[in-house]
Structures are given as C-alpha cells and as structure tokens.
C-alpha cells in the first residue's frame, strides 16, 4: 500500500523535501517542475512511511485505501499514471533528500557579521507570507508585514473556494509566522494611501510588494457595463465575506441559468458553489448572505462557455475530475460543434479532455430556461460549450457565439472569470500591457530597494504553492543585494516607522488584534458546528482586534 497525492494538491513541494526515498516528483529542480497540475507519488518507489502526509500544508496526501472513501477514488492511478513510460528516477542513497531550490546565486544566509536588514513585506497572501517565511527562517532579517485589509490571509481567506477547507488550511502555516519574534504586523495600512511607497522606503532596508492582482480582466463586448455582469472574482470575494463586497452583491433568486465565460479554476469554483447542496456548504465557512440566497437561488443551470475547444481547458484536472463528481449535478458537452466531442474522444488518457468523457453529450436546445433534468425537479446541471464566446449581454440574457450561428441564452447573472489583472501601486513602475511590476528576479525595475513576488511578479496565474519557487527567486535576489551593499540604508527606525503608521491610520491591526479576530470568528463558529463565521465588515473585524482576550482569575 502506497501513498497518494489528491485533489487538493497546492504544488509547494514541501512533500518533496521531507520524503526519504525521492518517490514524490516533479521536484523544484526537475524541469517540469510547475508545469504539472500536481507533484505525484511514485507507487513503485513509495516505503509508505507516511512522511509526506506528515507534512503536507493541505492534508491532499493519503494512504491509497483511504481515498474511496474521502472521495477521492482514481487517484492512486492519477499518481501511477505519471510514472508510465518514463524511465525511473534514480533511488535515494540513505535519506533523507534534501532539495535545493535551483542554483542560487549565492548561500540563503547572511553572514553572521551582517547586521540584520529590516525588510517590509507589503501583502500578507500566500506570495508575501512565503517570503516572509523564507526571510525569517533562513536570515536574521526582521520583517514589517503590511495588508490593505485589516486581516492577514489574502487570497488563502478571500479566494479560496469554501468547499475546499484544506486548501484553506495553509493558512495555518502561514499564521505560525504572524507572532514570529522579528515579525511587526500593521494591518489596516494602504500602502499608497495611508502611507506612500517612499515613506516605506525610507523605514527599511527593502520592501517586497506581494499585492497580488486586484483588478479583472475585461471580455470588451457590449452590455458589459450591466448590473448583471460580474466578475467571477467578485462572487468569490462574495461567498468568502470579503468586507468591501455587499452582501447583496448577487440576487440568485431570480435566475434559473448562470453563464460563466472561461473554464480556469476560478470559472469551476463559481460554477461549483453556485450549484452545489446548501446544506453540504452550511458546514464551512462560506459568508452567511452566500449560504442563505443560496438556499434561496433558482439556478439550476451552470454553463461554462469556452473560447476554444477541450483540449485547451484553462483549469487544472483535479478540479475538472471533482466537477464531474458532484452529487446531484450533471455535467454535459453541448454538442453544438462537432470539434468539441471529436476532441474529448481523441483525448490519450492522461490528458485533462479525457476526464469529459463520462459528461453527457447533449445538443442543447438554448432559448427560454433550462429544462428541467431527467432526475425531476431540483436537479442541477454544468453545461461545458465549447467554441463559444458571448457576443453581446442584455438585460436577463446573453448571446453567445456558436457553430450554427449566435444564439441568445436567458441568464439573470454572467461571470466574467477571464483572469485578474494587476493595479498599478503609485511609485511603482507599472507595465499596462501585462498588469505586472516590471522587475528582473524579482528586483523592481530603477527602484532600489524595492521586490515583488507573487501575481504582480509573474501575472495572475499558478496556485497557491508556485508562490513558494516565486518568492524563493526574489528572496535571493534581495539577500545577493543585501551582501552586494545595493540596499538603500533606511533613515528611519522601526519605532518611527511604528508611530509614522499610527499617527496616519486611526485602528491598525497587528498581531494581539489578528489574533483576537481569529478567536471571536471561531466563536462564532462554534456555536453553529463550524470552523469559523467571518466578520463580514471593517468595522466588525476593528472591533474585533480591539476585544482583548478576558483575563484569566
Ligand atoms: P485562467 O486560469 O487564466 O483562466 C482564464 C480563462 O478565461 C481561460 O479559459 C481563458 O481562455 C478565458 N478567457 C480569457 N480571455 C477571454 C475572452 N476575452 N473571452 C473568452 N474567454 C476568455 O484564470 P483564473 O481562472 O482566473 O485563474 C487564475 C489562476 O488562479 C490560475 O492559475 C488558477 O489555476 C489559479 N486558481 C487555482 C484554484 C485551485 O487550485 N482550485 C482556484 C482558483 C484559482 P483561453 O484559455 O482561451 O485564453
């Protein structure tokens, strides 16, 4: 019996590190490293020692006889299956391997006669916290973490989809650095606003801007400006309670049919949770105005419209095989376009296309509302078209592209899930043609001092664990900087730096208030069997991290 890599694989390759037998791969030095959905378990090398579950962020690594029944049967062969045909990764001598991260342009830490350097890390998201992480455990650095929000998490708190509680889980990862020794927590703070990229500058030694990409990326078609039309990302931040989206963002109750344009990972998280069971949901931690105009939505019907064909699907498998696993939903190809199923049958086995084989082949009868399914009233269904780009959104419809000519499809609610875009932060250079910081290994370009890593680095694309790699780059940069004196000394100390924040910002956060806000959200929790309720504003979340915990007698 063997291990198993699942579902929610988020890439970091922590797993790597820790398995004794090199048995777990691609590897952050092997060249497919973050080109592959997932890393995967060789069953031909694996000891079963059990190490990598050990260590997984994610808990996405189990025991191969026990994936029926956490719902994740077909992985044992999704791991054996990237094995087939390659020759076989030579067998660790003794143990356990250590992985290095590339070749780094000099070792991951300081000198022992280098002062400590005093680095702010603006963004406390899965990009900005990996490079944290590597700050403090691999220099003496002390770090000056910053959010917009006042909470830390980032996308981990504001992204990931409810359903999907181990994903979220890294976020305790994260949060063992938030009371770090070397760690000053402000949140609360816009770096921009409140205090000004220069100001910051002029605190630290560096900052590293991990601000992720805030903006969304248009379809450029009419009737987009319509209330109707949403980006997939606002219902995320919706359903995740973010404080700046109204909880009546969305009225689900008028609409039988959603269309979303895009089949990435963000199209199939909406897709899911607007089809999905209410009651599975009432057990996470999905925003309370989310669970209850899902308990009262009409949807009925999800379609994905996809620009190209199957074998260019945007999303990851694991998450297309979940889709097809829903209880209760049907997942079907409209058969307008004979390319789409010549392709899903043309598919090899490994290939994602594949995974659409057991969907229904339906030629869908668009106008009017959906049809009720053959399971009777109540059943849901996600509808794949393919060669399908909307033309045109109308009030209550959209028309949308198709092999026989465009056809109009009512639908109360379109999501764009076509991408995010970077913001331009002000005094930061900006490209506006890729939405990113321009930089070189992570070094902002005629800014010293100044790093970014994470979606404004790289573009809106990669999981939660390609951060790691991401921040990894500019670490080094930032640290060969350092030993290469080409860091601006700061003319400001941590205490001015401290009072320069407080005298600008009425209510910030920091590490006492973060933790005060977690303690009063699992209350809430509590009460009603779940792992947390979010406080759904700025005012509520403040006064959160003002309570202070009661003191013991
Ligand atoms: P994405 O993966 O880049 O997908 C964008 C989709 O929009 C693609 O299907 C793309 O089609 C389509 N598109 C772009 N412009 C279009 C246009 N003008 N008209 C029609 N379609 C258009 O973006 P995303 O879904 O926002 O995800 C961002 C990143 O976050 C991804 O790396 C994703 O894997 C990650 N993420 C992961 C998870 C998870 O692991 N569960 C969850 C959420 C997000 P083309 O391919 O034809 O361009």
Request: proline share 8%; glycine share 12%; net charge neutral.
């Amino acid at each position: 019996m063997t291990y198993a890599i699942t579902q929610t694989c988020c890439n970091d390759a922590t797993c790597v590190a820790v398995c004794p037998v090199n048995c777990i791969h691609p590897t952050p030095d092997e060249p497919d490293f973050g080109r592959t959905d997932m890393l995967y378990v060789d069953p031909a090398a694996c000891i079963d020692c059990g190490a990598c579950a050990d260590a997984c962020p994610v808990d996405a690594i189990l025991p191969a006889d026990a994936l029926a029944a956490a719902g994740q049967e077909g992985y044992a062969e999704i791991n054996a299956a990237f094995y087939e045909g390659r020759a076989p990764r030579p067998a660790a001598e003794g143990g356990p391997v250590l992985h290095s991260w590339g070749a780094p342009s000099f070792a991951r830490t300081l000198p022992a006669d280098f002062a400590p350097i005093r680095v702010a890390v603006v963004g406390t998201g899965p990009a900005g916290m990996y490079a944290a992480e590597d700050l403090l455990l691999h220099t003496g650095a002390e770090v000056t973490l910053i959010d917009r929000l006042p909470v830390a998490g980032g996308l981990v708190r504001y992204g990931v989809a409810p359903d999907h509680p181990a994903t979220r889980r890294i976020g305790d990862t994260f949060a063992r650095f938030h009371t770090h020794p070397r760690v000053r927590m402000y949140l609360g703070v816009d770096v921009g606003t409140d205090i000004t990229a220069s100001e910051l500058a002029a605190h630290h030694d560096a900052v590293v801007y991990a601000v992720g990409a805030a903006g969304d990326r248009r379809l450029g078609v009419p009737g987009e400006e319509l209330p109707g039309c949403v980006p997939a990302a606002g219902l995320v931040a919706w359903y995740n309670a973010h404080p700046e989206v109204a909880p009546d963002m969305v009225d689900l109750s008028g609409t039988e049919r959603v269309v979303v344009v895009g089949t990435g990972n963000v199209a199939l998280d909406a897709a899911r949770v607007l089809v999905a069971d209410p009651d599975a949901l009432a057990s996470t931690d999905i925003a309370d105005h989310a669970l209850s105009a899902l308990r009262n939505s009409a949807v009925r019907e999800v379609v994905l419209l996809a620009r190209r064909g199957p074998e260019d699907l945007a999303c990851t498998a694991p998450e297309l095989l979940a889709l097809g696993r829903l209880p209760g939903v049907r997942l079907v190809v409209d058969d307008h376009d004979p390319r789409a199923w010549a392709a899903i049958e043309a598919a090899a086995p490994g290939d994602k296309a594949a995974l659409l084989r057991t969907a229904e082949r339906e030629r869908v009868d668009w106008p009017g509302t959906p049809r009720p399914g053959s399971g009777g009233t109540g059943e849901r269904r996600i509808v794949f078209r393919f060669h399908s780009s909307p033309e045109e959104i109308l009030p209550g419809a959209v028309r949308v592209t198709g092999a026989a000519g465009p056809v109009g499809m009512a639908a109360g609610l379109v999501l764009r899930a076509v991408g995010y875009r970077g913001l331009p932060v002000a005094g930061l250079p900006f490209d506006e043609a890729t939405g990113t910081v321009p930089h070189r290994g992570g070094r902002i370009e005629k800014t010293p001092g100044g790093y970014v890593v994470g979606w404004i680095k790289r573009g809106p694309s990669g999981g939660i664990g390609a951060n790691r790699a991401c921040a990894a780059e500019t670490v080094s940069t930032l640290l060969a900087d350092a030993v290469g004196g080409a860091l601006p000394s700061p003319s400001g100390s941590a205490r001015a730096f401290g009072r320069l924040v407080r005298r600008r910002v009425g209510q910030v956060v920091d590490a006492r208030g973060l933790a005060a806000i977690e303690r009063a959200e699992r209350a809430r929790g509590e009460a009603s069997g779940r792992p947390r309720v979010k406080l759904g504003t700025v005012p509520e979340l403040v006064a959160a991290a003002r309570s202070r915990r009661p003191r013991a007698r």
